[in-house]
């Protein structure tokens, strides 16, 4: 019945009978799981009844179909349904379903089969397309003959705005008019158009032959918006022409800056409409321009939306040749006094300059530099290909340079490395290996107390609205994915609470650079903890990540402090934003005890009232899980690495001295040291030779001095 390939199973029942007024017929299929080139159908059900006369045959066909698939087509639910007699049958349809998105549509009309002009007439015709309603608001029609194709008249309403178009086309000639005004870019049942804001109106004209026609056209699109993306709008204007198979058109674009972005192409196109064909050669030669400038300032949506700001103003002068599917690029883009700005992560980029040449098919990054607002520096190089079809793939190759990647309030870094940037417009991975010059990460001294996220639903809002405000809190940021490495030597100093450390080792981030996956662990390089005025010297300590998200930096410290009687340990361990502190000694004694020998050289039993009230506030201190740093304002003000008092007690409380830290290199360590009396006075040293071999050299006020070696060795 089809010349073509059925899969499926299907009940036929067929019944003739005669009657007074004709021949009758009945028939009935019932078809499941039906495939075909054409398409697919679940369920699909055929009943017609007729009466087979001489003088006017008549009869009713309705055809339904169930979730049904042609193409990007799926239908849900479909019915037509045929009825009268042969020669002006009417007909309803219904249809719904899916293409790109959910639609519904409602019509009725009338057929003329028998004449040598075959002809439709549709009287009613509605619907809805993403939403947006649609309507035929005069009866039109189409006929077919051996003249050719009549269009007639037609005029649609789709939401606020009008199509309507006329025409006819012939084996020899055509004439088709097309004119629309205040269309919404989302009724066009294109993908690309259905996050797309904005009003379109023109018009267009074929004359000529139906396989070479000729004509020409014009598109303007107000306020074009991107949803949910804050890029400012813009207005595009474009004419277009279309003669010996050879379509030129130019564009302007307005709204992005003071001065419009101009342009035009040129390329052949092959169009017919006898046969129906449109096609663009992939061999064919093309050419085109686009000059302009555009500033940055409005561009943000393109990264974040309120939380990063954009500025700097990019000028383009761009030409294109070549074939279709692979055209050559000329020309450069410039970009000058570029900045960016992350108010959350207090990330600043200023200065920032690039020069890009276009070379055949590529777009060179020839230099691309740019500050952090202080001493660092950020350069990259790279290519972008011009491949429309493959998204523009791009790699880039980026060096930094004492760069302060972020800026929060308790912690800060500086590094250096090298990354890649490989990727396309639909997503990039950033890979390649970071080194941490210096980072301060600070802990709290005092916690937030935590608030609850409260679920807020509001009722009686319009549906659209409550989704609209659902997508609006939803960013679309660009797909980017981490792949780095993240080395530090040493000086990666954690402070707070009491703790005063240096620390070094590698972790990796990978994953989504929304909600990075960060694992690895750091190890302790020297360091003390100021609990109770006391100074506990760190003996082993290490900061592990375990890839939560977001980032949980898990703390664990072992120090003690020496007195006469005792030697007390001291465990810092848990969540870097809230470790748990807890005391013991050697001989074991209750934390009171602990505390009274520390804090007073003596028993608790022989305290004095006021050493007393001191020893309670102590023990909730250590039940708190608090400390005291009291010199952390003081070393951040002097610019020094490290700044503690090394505290002793008893009759060597003459020696207790203030101590000096700072890295004068990558491996060369200065301490200063100076105690209550002026001959106490010492400098000392230390240079990393290898990680194995140190050497260390001091000098006293007194001009007393020594050198030593030492070896270490880890396993």
């Known amino acids: 019945l089809t010349h073509e390939k059925v899969q499926g199973s299907a009940l036929l029942q067929a019944r003739l009978f005669p009657s007074q007024d004709g021949q009758k017929v009945s028939l009935l299929v019932n078809a499941v799981n039906l495939e075909s080139p054409f398409g697919k159908a679940v369920h699909s059900r055929i009943e017609a009844h007729g009466t087979l006369s001489e003088k006017a045959p008549r009869g009713r066909v309705a055809i339904e179909i169930q979730n049904g698939i042609i193409g990007d087509l799926a239908l849900s639910s479909s019915t037509l349904i045929v009825e009268g007699d042969l020669g002006h049958p009417g007909f309803q349809l219904a249809l719904e379903g899916d293409y790109k998105d959910p639609f519904e549509i409602k019509g009725s009309g009338v057929l003329a089969l028998l004449s040598a002009e075959k002809r439709m007439t549709l009287n ?7 939403g947006i309603p649609v309507s035929l608001l005069q009866p039109a029609g189409l006929a077919h003959s051996p003249k050719g194709i009549d269009l007639g008249e037609w005029m649609f309403k789709a939401g606020s705005g009008q199509f309507q178009g006329t025409g006819y086309v012939r084996p020899t000639d055509l004439s088709v008019d097309l004119r629309f005004e205040g269309i919404s870019l989302q009724t066009i049942p294109l993908k690309e158009t259905r996050d797309l804001g904005g009003l379109a109106r023109g018009n267009a004209r074929l004359r000529g032959s139906p396989v070479n026609p000729e004509g020409s056209g014009t598109l303007q699109i107000e306020t074009l918006r991107f949803a949910d993306q804050g890029l400012p709008a813009s207005d595009w204007t474009v004419h277009a022409a279309l003669r010996d198979r050879l379509l030129k058109s130019t564009f302007l674009i307005q709204g992005l800056s003071d001065a419009p ?99 055949g098919s590529m777009l060179v990054v020839n230099r691309a530099i740019a500050g952090d607002g202080e001493k660092g520096t950020l350069s990259a190089q790279g290519q972008v290909e011009f491949s429309p079809g493959q998204g523009f793939p791009f790699k880039l190759n980026i060096a930094l340079e004492k760069v302060k990647p972020f800026r929060y309030d308790r912690v800060s870094a500086v590094a250096g490395g090298d990354m890649t940037l490989t990727g396309s417009v639909s997503g990039a991975l950033l890979s390649g290996r970071i080194l941490v010059d210096t980072a301060e990460l600070g802990i709290p001294d005092r916690l937030a107390p935590e608030i609850q996220d409260l679920q807020v639903i509001e009722i009686n809002k319009p549906e659209g ?47 989504e650079a929304r909600q990075p996956l960060v694992t690895g662990a750091l190890s302790v390089v020297r360091g003390s903890v100021n ?185």
């Open 465 to 511: 609205a409550q989704r609209a405000a659902s997508e609006a809190g939803t960013s679309r940021m660009w797909p980017l994915s981490l792949s780095l490495a993240v080395q530090s030597p040493g000086r990666v100093f954690l402070r707070g609470r009491g703790l005063d450390s240096e620390w070094q080792g590698e972790v990796r981030i990978e994953g």
């Open 261 to 359: 972005l101009k342009g035009d192409t040129e390329g052949p196109l092959h169009l017919s409409l006898w046969p129906m064909t449109l096609a663009f050669p992939p061999h064919g030669e093309i050419r085109g321009s686009l000059k302009g400038k555009i500033p940055l300032a409005g561009m943000a949506g393109f990264v974040e939306h309120h939380e990063e700001k954009l500025a700097g103003i990019v000028e383009i002068d761009l030409g294109l040749e070549g074939p279709w599917g692979k055209p050559r690029v000329s020309g450069w883009l410039q970009l000058r006094g570029g900045a960016y700005e992350n108010l959350r992560t207090g990330t600043i980029l200023r200065g920032i300059e690039a020069d890009m040449a276009a070379q």
């Open 124 to 130: 009613r015709l509605e619907g809805r397309y993403r």
């Open 531 to 715: 609990f109770l005025g006391k100074r506990f010297e760190i003996k082993q300590g290490s900061l592990s990540f375990d890839g939560s998200t977001p980032p949980r930096p898990w703390i664990h410290v072992q120090a003690e402090s020496r007195s006469r009687e005792i030697v007390a340990h001291l465990a810092v361990t848990g969540p870097v934003q809230s470790p748990k502190i807890a005391l013991t000694s050697d001989p074991p004694f209750p934390p009171d005890e602990i505390l009274s020998r520390l804090l007073f050289g003596r028993t608790a039993g022989n305290i004095t009232p006021l050493q007393a009230i001191q020893l309670a506030d102590s023990v909730n201190t250590l039940a708190r899980g608090g400390g005291l740093d009291l010199l952390s304002q003081t070393r951040q003000l002097l610019g020094l690495d490290q700044l503690t008092i090394k505290q002793q007690t008893g009759k060597a409380q003459e020696k207790s001295a203030l101590s000096a830290g700072k890295y004068l290199s990558e491996d060369v360590y200065l301490e200063v040291q100076q105690g209550i009396s002026p001959e106490t006075g010492k400098a000392s040293l230390k240079w990393e030779i290898t990680p194995s071999i140190t050497v260390e050299t001091e000098v006293g006020v007194n001009a007393e001095a020594g050198v030593g070696i030492n070896w270490r060795w880890d396993y």
